[in-house]
């Protein structure tokens, strides 16, 4: 035999506690009748009788007498198990598995994501670095970052840096031996390192003036890769010309490793996006770490600013 309804115990121990099923009744937001009604299930349900009824009194039977004792402890076990599960709730503890690029990832998000376990040791992390667009339907991948919008229009984005931008960038020794260019239409005399996603190969670049101009290049060279990480070490190497993630070089930028060409031209947009499969997946966790993304790419968005500025871009 077993409790259907908990809540047929619940007015059981009201019941008993207070002599009567109106009191009872009123204690639970209830009518009498239900009151009743929820005694008498129970009853049958046992199949015994817990209650010694008259037309103006009510006591507990032996058989409830037996039970009472025993409805108390499992209700104040139940409650202290529900309690426990939203402290829980409070506790972020969690295992996720992000995917990330592979520059981005590797010199930047990796360290920033170390930061938020130190804060929140609790939580557990699977790195995927990879330029690949991996499948968040057939892997098990709860978090993806990326850049643009999600090529499936089934996948939710969570914005987390809208300004960001491709840039023409090579090493100081390549400008060196080989020039500033001053316009994108020069490309075509220069090693380009290109990149390749998704099995085809990234070499339409695409720019904006400040006048709203916009023009598209076609470029070739002897450097093909789809990592850019690959790519970004090629560039400072002094291999060729890089068309690379502002927020990506930025630490060369500023370090010196990489200078902008073209300043008055700007590559396409490339807003950097949270991926998820389904909204039901934004657990405190993940608000908690996209807070915290965001919070890291604000920072990198005003070093960006002040470099543009010191470097004249």
């Known amino acids: ?41 129970l009853e049958a349900e046992l199949g015994v009788i817990l209650f010694i009824r008259s ?18 402890l499992a209700i104040k076990q139940l409650t202290q198990v529900i309690e426990e599960m939203k ?8 295992y996720l598995q992000i995917s990330m690029p592979s520059d981005l990832g590797r010199n930047q998000l990796v360290s920033c ?5 130190i804060t929140y040791p609790e939580v557990s992390f699977g790195f995927h670095v990879t330029d690949h667009i991996i499948d968040m ?9 990326r850049y643009g919008n999600p090529q499936s229009s089934g996948l939710i984005a969570v914005n987390l840096f809208q300004e960001n931008y491709r840039l023409l960038c090579a090493s100081p020794q390549y400008v ?31 720019f904006l003036n400040k006048e709203g101009e916009s023009l598209s290049v076609s470029v070739k060279g002897n450097r093909v890769s789809d990592d ?16 690379k993630s502002a927020i990506d ?38 608000q908690l770490l996209r807070d915290h993304l965001r919070e890291y790419f604000a920072i990198q968005s005003d070093l960006l600013k002040q470099t543009k500025i010191q470097l004249g871009i």
């Open 113 to 117: 994501l170390d930061r938020f376990q």
């Open 249 to 286: 070089i930025l630490p060369e930028l500023m370090n010196g490793k990489l200078v902008p060409l073209c300043p008055g031209w700007q590559g396409e947009k490339v807003p950097i996006s949270l991926v998820f499969a389904d909204r039901r997946q934004l657990s405190p966790t993940i």
């Open 228 to 243: 850019g990480d690959i790519v970004k070490k090629w560039a400072i190497e002094g291999m060729g010309i890089a068309y």
């Open 137 to 145: 339907y057939r892997y098990p991948i709860d978090l993806a970052i």
């Open 55 to 72: 037309t103006r009194s009510l006591r507990l039977s032996n058989e409830g007498e037996l039970l009472l004792p025993v409805a108390r």
């Open 87 to 94: 402290t829980e709730k409070q506790i972020i503890r969690d």
């Open 1 to 41: 035999m077993k409790i259907k309804n908990l809540a047929d115990l619940e007015m059981f121990i009201r019941v008993a506690e207070s002599g009567s099923l109106t009191l009872a009744a009123q204690h639970l937001d209830q009518t009498p009748a239900l009151a009743s009604s929820r005694i008498k299930r």
């Open 176 to 206: 060196k031996n080989f020039g500033k260019i001053a316009h994108p239409s020069e490309l075509s005399l220069h090693n380009c390192l290109r990149f390749r996603l998704s099995d085809e190969i990234y070499e339409n670049w695409r």
